[in-house]
């Protein structure tokens, strides 16, 4: 099954186009390298997905044409899921940021 396929059938990404721009921008990386939107997915396969300040790692259990809803989420399992810092997280605006201290 294809990358962009699979991303849209899973709901990990909402729409193809979607997933094959991402897959387009590097942001996706399967077992460990740069993936393209035509990349061949198998069972077993990882897949590190890119969300701007999320990182999301998941393991593909199963592959399936169409899946509603609740089967879904039952074609990956989520191995790590990490925020990363961005801009808006650094405190460099030299205000201290949180609660002022009287």
């Known amino acids: 099954m294809r990358l962009d396929r699979f991303l849209k059938v899973s709901r990990l990404i909402k729409r193809r186009t979607l997933a094959k721009e991402v897959c387009e921008q590097g942001r996706i990386l399967l077992n460990g390298r740069v993936a393209k939107p035509a990349a ?8 590190v997905i890119n969300f701007g300040t999320r990182r999301l790692t998941v393991e593909v259990l199963e592959l399936k044409e169409n899946a509603r809803a609740e089967e879904a989420a039952q074609m990956y399992r989520v191995v790590q899921q990490e925020r990363m810092a961005g801009p808006a997280d650094s405190d460099s605006s030299g205000f201290g940021g949180g609660v002022p201290e009287v």
């Open 40 to 47: 061949e997915l198998k069972v077993g396969d990882q897949l």
